[in-house]
């Protein structure tokens, strides 16, 4: 990744599509800028008594909503480029999908794997403090969640210290993505998958942007290659499985896999718990090295590990029709522009991997709000349900079975409206950005683009700005 400025690729995008915007330069300049950024070094003592100082970062990209909210990553590739890039993306992204929040983005700079879980908790901790000492981390201010290298355990920590500090009444809401017990959310896990699924069922039902692809519209029947099985890949691959397309290769740290056949994904995973990758799984060709299977035929290419992974080195080669980019930044701005000459359909990171944070926002709502969804409708609805269909029995000679009344009757709980209120988010997100791609005739990062400059645009238009 050497020489790669992710932050000036955001930024162009982010160019390109004002151009089809009315606001003022400076005003632009506000928008694009990191507000804060904060650069953190503290000391680690090794489970061997050995001192080693530990890097991190916490940026906050825009103050025009608050809190600010982003994912926390821990990885050696973090950086201050790479921390501010994916901030600033969360802004946009939180646009796109109506999530009121500002964008911000943390990580560590560090390699999970070196470390036992004693060391990783010490580190976690100890960055959650050095956030809160520093007003970066609050249930008003600044709210992570789980991106790469993380999960519900860091989460946890995160919130355990919060509280050992806080005595704020909606300490919960200081961090998503938490176990449920701590006040997480059912659906928060498998989010961003399940959002990526959405998205890219959105864009296969539309018949005609399919047929101008030579594809058939709908998800069944097609095939997909995805890069890492991570807890977004996983989940992506997962549903877009259970709608009947087919998974035909997959890239993992260890080396790529492919078969036209299809691979099944469950034997996979447990294929990859036992031997730690997907190299030499049963049934598939074991290609050359762990980004080869990108350049394979499918129709639909998900990366779903890191940023980068589609650039000028690989991006002709690719021959899928829809790249959904459920990573954050993986196609570089010459990829993205070699892949749309191609005629490639593009589903942008800043748009189909905010099932993430949508989810994260009902989570958020659910612990200011002190009361799960549905706890108060649930019961409600059934039993209204019910008396709907006793009425129908009566009219009729239908006598409903247990079973029908069983599913007939469902009152909406938790995961049900999660996952309802994820669904509506990303259908009404990809019909607003596809509509502005058709209008300016321009492709669907673009429009992704135009559609946040506009709505944060006219925040801070409306705000004015204060001495
Ligand atoms: P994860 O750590 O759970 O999984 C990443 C997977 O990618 C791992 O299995 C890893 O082995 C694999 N991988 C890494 N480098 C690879 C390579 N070069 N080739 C093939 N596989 C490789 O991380 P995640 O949470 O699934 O995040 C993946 C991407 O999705 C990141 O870009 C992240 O920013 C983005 N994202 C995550 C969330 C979230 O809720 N977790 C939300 C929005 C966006």
Redesign the pocket.
């Known amino acids: 990744m050497k020489g790669y400025k992710f932050y000036e690729q955001v930024n162009a995008a982010f160019d390109e599509a004002a151009a089809y915007t009315k606001f003022d330069e400076g005003l632009l300049a506000q928008m694009k800028i990191c507000n804060d950024v904060l650069h953190i070094t503290f000391p680690l003592e090794r489970d061997n008594g050995k001192i080693e100082v530990i890097e991190a970062w916490r940026v906050e990209h825009s103050h025009h909503k608050l809190p600010t909210k982003g994912?926390i990553?821990?990885?050696l590739t973090v950086n201050e480029d790479e921390t501010m890039a994916?901030a600033a993306l969360m802004t946009y992204?939180c646009a796109v999908v109506d999530v009121p929040f500002g964008g911000a983005k943390g990580g560590i700079k560090i390699d999970?794997s070196k470390y036992s879980l004693e060391e990783l908790e010490r580190i976690t901790r100890r960055y959650a403090f050095e956030l809160m000492k520093k007003n970066f981390i609050g249930p008003g201010t600044d709210v992570p969640?789980?991106?790469?290298?993380?999960?519900a355990q860091e989460m946890g920590w995160i919130l355990d210290t919060f509280r050992q500090m806080s005595t704020d009444i909606n300490a919960e809401g200081c961090v998503t993505?938490k176990p449920i017990e701590m006040g997480g959310i059912r659906g928060?896990?498998e989010?961003?998958?399940r959002g990526v699924y959405f998205g890219i069922k959105e864009a296969c039902d539309n018949k005609d942007d399919m047929k101008e692809l030579g594809l058939e519209h709908g998800i069944e029947g097609k095939t997909f290659v995805i890069?890492?099985?991570?807890?977004?890949?996983?989940?992506a691959a997962l549903y877009m499985e259970e709608a009947g397309a087919k998974m035909v290769g997959v890239?993992?740290?260890?080396g790529?896999i492919y078969s036209k056949d299809g691979i099944d994904l469950a034997k996979l995973m447990e294929y990859?718990k036992e031997t730690g990758g997907v190299k030499g799984f049963e049934g598939t060709e074991t290609l050359a090295d762990?980004?080869a299977v990108l350049e394979s035929e499918c129709d639909i290419l998900i990366?779903?590990?890191?940023?980068n992974?589609i650039n000028e080195g690989n991006a002709d080669k690719i021959k899928a029709k829809i790249i959904g980019e459920?990573?954050?930044?993986?196609t570089t701005a010459n990829a993205h522009k070699i892949m749309k000459k191609r005629g490639a359909l593009i589903i942008p990171?800043n748009y189909l991997?905010?099932?993430?944070?949508t989810v994260?926002y009902f989570e958020w709502l659910k612990n200011i709000q002190h009361v799960r969804f549905g706890r108060m409708g649930k019961r409600f609805e059934e039993n209204s349900y019910k008396r709907i269909l006793s009425v129908i029995e009566t009219i009729s000679d239908r006598k409903f079975t247990e079973t029908e009344l069983g599913t007939l009757a469902k009152g909406g709980g938790e995961a049900e409206l999660v996952d309802s209120g994820l669904e509506e988010t990303m259908i009404n997100a990809y019909n607003q950005i596809n509509e502005l791609r058709k209008k300016h005739d321009v492709d669907l990062r673009t429009a992704a683009f135009i559609n946040a400059i506009n709505k944060v645009g006219l925040i801070y238009d409306r705000m004015g700005i204060f001495p």
């Open positions: 994912g990553r821990y990885s994916l992204k999970k969640a789980p991106d790469y290298g993380t999960g993505g928060r896990t989010a961003t998958g890069q890492g099985l991570g807890n977004v890949g996983y989940h890239a993992e740290i260890d790529s990859k762990s980004s990366p779903a590990a890191l940023e992974q459920a990573a954050n930044g993986p990171d991997n905010a099932g993430g944070v994260s």
